[in-house]
């Protein structure tokens, strides 16, 4: 059945740097006829201090999530890869030796989608009805596109797009050296894998950049505009909800 | 060589040197390349990687009844087996086989777990020569270098260093032509076989119900070391069983797709350690050496499943950080994602930072062959529980933080709302230079914070219908 409402997820990085896009993912659902909540006490999923091998506080921080989130109802929507798949797949695994616990992360787990994801397989919706002559080279996040297997439905927005192009270049799907912490803990390493992303970007040639994790592109604005070179870089919903405008 | 004693260390010198980047970059791009290539052709590699992975954790899950049956089948067949616990256990054991029969040089063919053991050092601190004949590990041991790639041991050199080593240890006068540097080698390294007194190999595959050895490679050299010496010693880590040549045979398949992208390795070689006696041909003696040095320590915990490590190096190749940096940041035998999650664990302990050395990418997972869940264990090892963690205070305390606040939402917000009356904010970029105290400000713009959170704008504008 086609879901009415959605628990909205912003994610930390839309929340506290990047609001607009969380207005986009709201304006793109509208569009859809979907009804957004956004439940108030939600923090974060806990995935920094998790992936950084900090367990106990990763479970405090996941522990607000499940309870801001398992009163409401319907699926929750993230305009992030990486943040779905910390709660579709890590956020159980957290709480493995405490079952009661365990069951509550499942449940919540279970209800988690993606926003490409949640408007390609959920909504059956590719063709939006927008309009924008662009053309996009989209950069596949790790953990939307490997970890979630969420491969295809970012491209099929995109392409959806009356007047929209996809290029692409050779390694794509290579990682643009973000990893949270990773970039400042191994600040030239990340540095350099970024610098090999923006050139990969810049051989496909595109006018902008779309992805759909804020982390990957605050990382590959911010190498770009270091070197004083201007790109447009989007959020998949900024680009969706302009060619509605 | 690096004598710098921590990754980020080692890393930044690597990434200081723009060729080595360039080239491994080319190089690996190139196998990975092919890899895929490969793959793509069998009608179902995904289902023959199951089976791959599958018939690995069947060895494993009764490794030591498997161990004792391939032992039985070897002694059988008329080889001997020998247990070694560490490393030190396993070049005793060696050096003793060796003065038994009297050997003083030993050809090599190439192998992970005598570079594991450091075996060279102590062959010739025991006065024994031994002398690499896989062409990279032959150059690697002239230069008094180390492997920085599990099956491209030179990788970080260039045809023209390679002729600069020969033309200064073995007084050629190459230039730098592949063809003419490899006749240079054969040519030496044929008068090295025929001297030799014992072959020392390490084993892809040791074939549990026949006792049968697997050893692969594309020079055709480990078959002089197993053939023309009068004993063999074959070094093998104790996780490398197979069932049987069935299950062998899939390993093969998956193996040389996943190292090369070659539908198979130039030389697979079977060989029954042991010998008849109405045999004429082959070593007299031969010896299987069974190594653990932290393996069964691996079995017994949560990064179990990097027994099932085939050493194809495919998770190198697909790298961003190895393609990066090259093997010798990591500081071990083993580099890349393999290298990190099997290095703390072998002999020495050592390298339990490694784990941070990672975005979680995932690629790695993607490539390996047997669907080894590498990130699941470097964010395992990340926690500390297994191998320590080698990490400031500021981190630590920042999570702790993080946990206190991020847990709750009122205290969060008003912390938010604190920050932003002091701090700059807005939709605006800042490019702060070099002089903060992390470095995310030498490659990158940072992003201010919004004026206003996502959802205190939310809240506003339910507030005013």
């Given at each position: 059945?086609?879901?009415?409402?959605?628990?909205?997820?912003?994610?930390?990085?839309?929340?506290?740097?990047?609001?607009?896009?969380?207005?986009?993912?709201?304006?793109?659902?509208?569009?859809?006829?979907?009804?957004?909540?956004?439940?108030?006490?939600?923090?974060?999923?806990?995935?920094?201090?998790?992936?950084?091998?900090?367990?106990?506080?990763?479970?405090?921080?996941?522990?607000?999530?499940?309870?801001?989130?398992?009163?409401?109802?319907g699926p929750i929507v993230a305009p992030s890869g990486s943040c779905s798949d910390m709660v579709a797949h890590h956020l159980?695994?957290?709480?493995?030796?405490?079952?009661?616990?365990?069951?509550?992360?499942?449940?919540?787990?279970?209800?988690?989608?993606?926003?490409?994801?949640?408007?390609?397989?959920?909504?059956?919706?590719?063709?939006?009805?927008?309009?924008?002559?662009?053309?996009?080279?989209?950069?596949?996040?790790?953990?939307?596109?490997?970890?979630?297997?969420?491969?295809?439905?970012?491209?099929?927005?995109?392409?959806?797009?009356?007047?929209?192009?996809?290029?692409?270049?050779?390694?794509?799907?290579?990682c643009c050296g973000f990893g949270g912490s990773f970039s400042v803990t191994h600040d030239a390493l990340s540095g350099a894998m970024l610098e090999a992303k923006m050139s990969c970007l810049d051989k496909a040639g595109a006018e902008r950049i779309v992805s759909c994790d804020m982390g990957c592109l605050m990382h590959i604005e911010g190498g770009f505009r270091h070197k004083d070179q201007a790109r447009k870089v989007q959020h998949l919903a900024q680009f969706l909800a302009e060619s509605l405008r | 060589m690096s004598a710098q004693d921590t990754f980020v260390q080692r890393a930044d010198e690597a990434l200081a040197d723009h060729d080595l980047g360039r080239s491994i970059r080319h190089v690996t791009g190139l196998l990975d390349q092919r890899r895929r290539e490969a793959s793509a052709s069998v009608p179902d590699f995904e289902a023959l990687k199951d089976r791959a992975r599958s018939a690995k954790l069947g060895m494993l899950a009764d490794l030591?009844?498997?161990?004792?049956?391939?032992?039985?089948?070897?002694?059988?067949?008329?080889?001997?087996?020998?247990?070694?616990?560490?490393?030190?256990?396993?070049?005793?054991?060696?050096?003793?086989?060796?003065?038994?029969?009297?050997?003083?040089?030993?050809?090599?063919?190439?192998?992970m777990a005598t570079e594991e053991i450091e075996l060279n050092h102590a062959l010739e601190a025991a006065g024994v020569t031994p002398v690499e004949t896989d062409l990279g590990e032959y150059v690697a041991q002239l230069k008094g270098d180390k492997p920085s790639h599990i099956i491209l041991p030179i990788i970080h050199m260039t045809r023209q260093a390679v002729a600069d080593t020969f033309n200064e240890k073995i007084g050629t006068h190459a230039s730098p032509d592949v063809a003419q540097l490899v006749e240079i080698a054969r040519k030496v390294l044929r008068k090295e076989f025929e001297t030799a007194d014992a072959g020392i190999t390490g084993a892809n595959f040791g074939v549990v119900d026949s006792g049968a050895l697997c050893i692969v490679s594309n020079e055709g050299n480990a078959r002089f070391v197993t053939s023309l010496p009068r004993l063999h010693i074959a070094v093998m880590g104790i996780e490398k069983l197979v069932a049987d040549l069935d299950d062998l045979s899939v390993f093969l398949r998956v193996l040389a797709r996943s190292a090369t992208g070659q539908r198979l390795t130039v030389y697979s070689n079977l060989i029954w350690p042991g010998r008849e006696a109405n045999d004429q041909s082959g070593p007299r003696e031969a010896h299987v050496v069974l190594l653990d040095n932290g393996?069964?320590?691996?079995?017994?915990?949560?990064?179990?499943?990097?027994?099932?490590?085939?050493?194809?190096?495919?998770?190198?190749?697909?790298?961003?950080?190895?393609?990066?940096?090259?093997?010798?940041?990591?500081?071990?035998?083993?580099?890349?994602?393999?290298?990190?999650?099997l290095s703390p664990a072998l002999g020495a302990?050592?390298?339990?930072?490694?784990?941070?050395?990672?975005?979680?990418?995932?690629?790695?997972?993607?490539?390996?062959?047997?669907?080894?869940?590498?990130?699941?264990?470097?964010?395992?090892?990340?926690?500390?529980?297994?191998?320590?963690k080698r990490e400031g205070l500021v981190k630590g305390l920042s999570f702790y933080l993080f946990g206190l606040l991020a847990s709750r939402p009122r205290v969060f917000g008003a912390f938010g709302r604190l920050l932003r009356t002091i701090a700059p904010t807005g939709n605006g970029w800042i490019k702060v230079g070099p002089w903060l105290p992390f470095g995310w400000t030498r490659h990158r713009t940072l992003?201010?914070?919004?004026?206003?959170?996502?959802?205190?704008?939310?809240?506003e504008k339910a507030g005013h219908g």
């Open positions: 059945m086609r879901p009415k409402k959605v628990q909205l997820f912003p994610t930390c990085l839309v929340n506290e740097l990047f609001p607009e896009v969380g207005f986009d993912v709201v304006t793109v659902l509208k569009k859809l006829d979907i009804e957004v909540e956004v439940p108030l006490t939600q923090v974060c999923c806990g995935q920094p201090a998790y992936n950084a091998g900090y367990t106990e506080d990763a479970k405090k921080v996941a522990l607000n999530f499940i309870d801001a989130f398992e009163k409401t109802e159980p695994s957290l709480f493995a030796d405490d079952p009661s616990l365990k069951a509550r992360a499942e449940k919540v787990a279970s209800r988690i989608r993606e926003f490409s994801q949640f408007l390609v397989d959920d909504l059956g919706v590719t063709d939006l009805g927008g309009k924008l002559p662009a053309s996009v080279a989209y950069h596949p996040s790790c953990h939307l596109s490997r970890g979630l297997g969420v491969k295809t439905q970012p491209q099929a927005l995109i392409a959806g797009v009356k007047g929209a192009t996809l290029n692409s270049a050779e390694n794509m799907d290579e | 030591e009844g498997n161990l004792l049956r391939f032992e039985e089948k070897i002694k059988a067949n008329g080889g001997h087996v020998h247990w070694a616990k560490d490393a030190e256990d396993a070049n005793r054991i060696i050096l003793g086989i060796l003065e038994k029969s009297g050997a003083k040089k030993v050809v090599k063919s190439k192998s393996r069964s320590d691996l079995l017994n915990s949560k990064a179990a499943e990097i027994l099932a490590c085939i050493r194809c190096g495919a998770c190198l190749n697909i790298c961003p950080i190895y393609k990066a940096v090259g093997g010798h940041a990591y500081g071990g035998t083993y580099p890349g994602p393999m290298g990190s999650i302990k050592k390298g339990s930072e490694l784990a941070g050395a990672s975005t979680l990418c995932g690629a790695c997972k993607d490539a390996c062959p047997v669907k080894i869940d590498i990130p699941r264990m470097l964010q395992y090892y990340r926690t500390g529980e297994k191998f320590g992003k201010l914070p919004a004026k206003k959170t996502f959802i205190a704008q939310w809240k």
